[in-house]
């Protein structure tokens, strides 16, 4: 049960954050959306961290740290590069095959792949490709679907490489701890450095939506790996149903609407993962 309420929390508040992460990345560079996110939710997680004190790690877990970090950095960076060329409902299913991959690699490391797990993979790439060839009714200014696409599966390998560290430290690290390595890399490699150019600011608008995607990033985080300590695959293959739920909310609040092609194509990635997460 564990598993299934904090799955879905995460769904929510991560298609939360994928609506912000958008109203930013197009208003600003991926670079600065990130450098600011990565210093404003440092703000709470590194005190938050330092009360829990200083964990004993082995140099298995510092390692699963540093992949976590990195890979949710820039895992980060493509994707909000991702919504800069394309829609939500475009980049949120591509993305949201991170859980599924991340259930994947957990429960095949060291075996082959199942022919019909192949399979079901196939049907996810076919949505994906066809989400990104098909006609926009409504273009925005500057949209290019192939590239959203593109950079949105490679957020997603990156983010899955990310979950499954996370899922792998639960339970045995502390979540302030679990939660800090994504900041403290995202600080050293793009906060600071922006800082020292003079680029690190940006217009008041965006800012708000940079706050509120710091917020909901540490939240679903800490709430994926609560769930993942219970049952990393349910856990991962739940939150991945946030794709639905960030196009339905882009539509709701920003009209953006998708062409049939595009619909089509995000139902097979859905259902795919929805496959997916019955086999594993």
Do not use: N
Not at 235 to 245: F, I
Not at 246 to 260: I, N, Q, S, T
């Amino acid at each position: 049960m564990i598993s299934v309420v904090t799955g879905f929390a995460t769904a929510f508040f991560f298609a939360i954050g994928m609506i912000a992460a958008a109203r930013a990345s197009r208003g600003a560079h991926a670079t600065q959306v990130i450098a600011l996110s990565a210093l404003i939710s440092s703000l709470f997680v590194v005190p938050w961290a330092l009360s829990d004190g200083v964990p004993t790690l082995t140099t298995g877990q510092t390692g699963l740290m540093l992949v976590s970090g990195i890979g949710s950095i820039f895992g980060f960076l493509c994707v909000y590069t991702a919504l800069k060329y394309g829609k939500v409902g475009l980049v949120a299913p591509i993305v949201a095959t991170e859980g599924g991959i991340a259930a994947l690699i957990s429960s095949i490391l060291g075996r082959s792949v199942d022919p019909i797990i192949a399979f079901v993979l196939l049907i996810i790439v076919l949505g994906i490709v066809i989400g990104a060839r098909s006609h926009d009714p409504d273009p925005f200014p500057g949209e290019k679907p192939v590239h959203a696409a593109l950079f949105a599966v490679a957020g997603s390998l990156l983010f899955a490489m990310g979950l499954v560290a996370v899922g792998l430290l639960s339970g045995d690290v502390m979540l302030s701890w679990v939660l800090l390595p994504a900041r403290l890399v995202g600080v050293a490699i793009l906060t600071i450095p922006l800082l020292l150019l003079g680029r690190l600011r940006v217009p008041r608008r965006i800012l708000a939506w940079v706050v509120l995607l710091a917020t909901v990033d540490v939240i679903a985080i800490s709430t994926y790996t609560i769930g993942a300590a219970s049952d990393l695959p349910v856990t991962a293959v739940l939150a991945s149903q946030m794709a639905p739920l960030a196009a339905v909310l882009a539509f709701v609040l920003f009209k953006e609407r998708l062409g049939r092609g595009q619909i089509v194509g995000l139902m097979l990635m859905m259902a795919g993962m929805t496959v997916l997460g019955v086999l594993q």
